[in-house]
């Protein structure tokens, strides 16, 4: 196989990372799937897809190799599953699942199964975060041992009130506490630091606009990884304030990264013995470190917003099949990501108490 023929389920971000397909050389866009007849026709006309279908089950028997599972969050295991049991490899959008005895089946189902299972989890390959992981694998931050990130991202005009009708994003993001949608912050800091979440604590400030939510303002997750290192996250779906959703923070023996906070601020890196006079010094200046494939993407596709790296995602997930690797967010990886938001919400409604996470690669 020299190409993976994928069929994308879900035709609003699934349409946008199959346009994203023509930067992954190794990936064919062969087919869209989604209920919704217009929404359909568009996608097919953005992407020139050959085959188009309105049943999931009619793609699933077609013919193709993998499947982007790009339906609604609480959908993603169910999807998966039933993509994997017809023997297809399975790229499923964030987050991996809204409960945790889903993260438990979805484990045991791609054991099962013997196919490839990703999480599409494109912040992990984001252009500056290339740079800070490139130094971090070259040894430049010495032991990391502090990581913290924020998604400030006001949604309120995206969240239904729940009496008109069910809405997967009032569902799971207004109507629960914690931090549900934690792998966008989690995933690049667990790439760093390379190990799982033990332990999950949450506080939140109460919710001061819609009258009707759930869901805090702000809430703060702190996290402890195996080894003990230390991350702190904010989310904040509700304030009204200017948006950021990529601002990451990172600490080593030797060396400090934090992104801007705002538009007019830059990409910083502090490196002891190089950054002159303890100031910080532009990311940029660091550029030698950025990943390969990020040569081959046209400088019109290059941002460093969320979007920035979904081709390199794309085209990791094609390469894991061809050669038979494994994958680069793998389903442990995946649930590891997923779990700590999900025991977020457990952490806030008992006052902020500690939250053991399950180690998945053990069994139940
Ligand atoms: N990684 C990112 O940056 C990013 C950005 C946006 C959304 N997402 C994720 O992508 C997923 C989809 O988000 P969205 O905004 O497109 O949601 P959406 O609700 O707008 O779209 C989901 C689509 O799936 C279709 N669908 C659901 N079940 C189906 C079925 N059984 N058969 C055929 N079609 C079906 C629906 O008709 C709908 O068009 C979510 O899980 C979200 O968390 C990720």
Same mark, same amino acid.
């Given at each position: 196989?020299?190409k993976?023929?994928?069929g994308v389920?879900?035709a609003g971000?699934?349409a946008?990372?199959?346009?994203?397909m023509?930067?992954a050389?190794?990936m064919?866009?062969?087919?869209?799937?989604?209920a919704n007849?217009?929404r359909?026709a568009?996608?097919?006309?953005?992407?020139g897809?050959?085959?188009?279908y309105?049943t999931y089950?009619?793609?699933?028997?077609?013919d193709?190799?993998?499947?982007?599972?790009a339906s609604?969050m609480p /959908?993603?295991?169910?999807h998966s599953i039933q993509?994997l049991q017809a023997?297809k490899h !399975? /790229?499923s959008?964030v987050t991996?699942?809204t409960s945790?005895e889903?993260?438990?089946?979805?484990?045991?189902?791609?054991?099962a199964?013997?196919?490839k299972y990703?999480?599409?989890?494109?912040y992990?390959y984001i252009r500056?975060?290339?740079? !800070? /992981?490139g130094?971090?694998?070259?040894?430049l931050f010495?032991?990391?041992?502090?990581?913290?990130?924020d998604q400030?991202?006001e949604?309120?005009?995206?969240?239904p009130?729940?009496d008109?009708?069910y809405?997967w994003?009032t569902?799971e993001?207004?109507m629960?506490?914690?931090?549900?949608y934690?792998?966008?912050?989690?995933?690049?800091?667990?790439?760093a630091?390379?190990e799982?979440?033990?332990?999950?604590?949450?506080q939140?400030s109460?919710?001061?606009?819609l009258?009707?939510?759930r869901?805090?303002?702000?809430?703060?997750?702190? /996290?402890?990884?195996v080894?003990?290192k230390?991350?702190r996250?904010?989310l904040?779906?509700?304030s009204?304030?200017?948006?950021?959703v990529?601002y990451y923070?990172l600490?080593?023996?030797e060396?400090?990264?934090?992104?801007?906070?705002g538009?007019k601020?830059d990409h910083?890196?502090?490196v002891?013995?190089?950054?002159?006079?303890?100031?910080?010094q532009?990311l940029w200046?660091?550029?030698?470190?950025l990943?390969e494939?990020?040569?081959?993407?046209?400088?019109?596709m290059?941002?460093?917003n969320w979007?920035?790296?979904?081709?390199l995602m794309?085209?990791d997930?094609?390469?894991?099949i061809?050669?038979?690797?494994?994958p680069?967010?793998d389903?442990?990886?995946?649930?590891n990501?997923?779990a700590p938001?999900?025991?977020?919400e457990i952490s806030?409604?008992q006052g902020?108490i500690p939250?053991?996470?399950?180690?998945?690669?053990?069994?139940?």
């Open positions: 196989m020299d993976v023929r994928i389920l879900g971000r699934g946008g990372l199959a346009m994203a023509r930067f050389p190794s064919e866009l062969a087919a869209i799937c989604d007849q217009e359909l568009q996608a097919a006309a953005a992407t897809v050959a085959q188009t309105t089950e009619a793609m699933l028997d077609a193709i190799d993998a499947v982007l599972v609604p /959908l993603h295991v169910a993509a023997g !399975v /790229l959008e991996a699942a945790i889903q993260c438990w089946e979805l484990v045991e189902a791609v054991k199964s013997g196919r990703m999480l599409a989890e494109n992990c500056p975060w290339s740079i !800070v /992981l130094m971090v694998r070259a040894g010495g032991e990391l041992y502090y990581g913290e990130a400030l991202q949604l309120k005009g995206a969240l009130h729940p008109t009708g809405n994003r569902a993001l207004a629960r506490r914690g931090h549900q934690i792998t966008h912050n989690l995933g690049p800091l667990y790439w630091f390379g799982r979440i033990q332990s999950v604590a949450c939140g109460g919710q001061h606009h009258e009707w939510a869901a805090d303002d702000t809430c703060v997750v702190l /996290l402890q990884t080894s003990g230390l991350i996250i904010r904040d779906f509700f009204d304030r200017p948006m950021n990529t923070g600490q080593g023996t060396a400090a990264y934090e992104g801007p906070r538009s601020d910083k890196i502090f002891r013995g190089k950054t002159p006079g303890g100031e910080w532009s200046d660091y550029r030698e470190f990943a494939g990020w040569k081959r993407i046209p400088p019109e290059i941002n460093d979007d920035g790296g979904n081709a794309l085209e997930f094609a390469r894991c061809i050669e038979d690797t494994r680069p967010v389903v442990i990886d995946a649930v990501l997923t938001g999900l025991l977020s806030r409604e902020g939250v053991a996470v399950p180690d998945f690669t053990t069994g139940r």
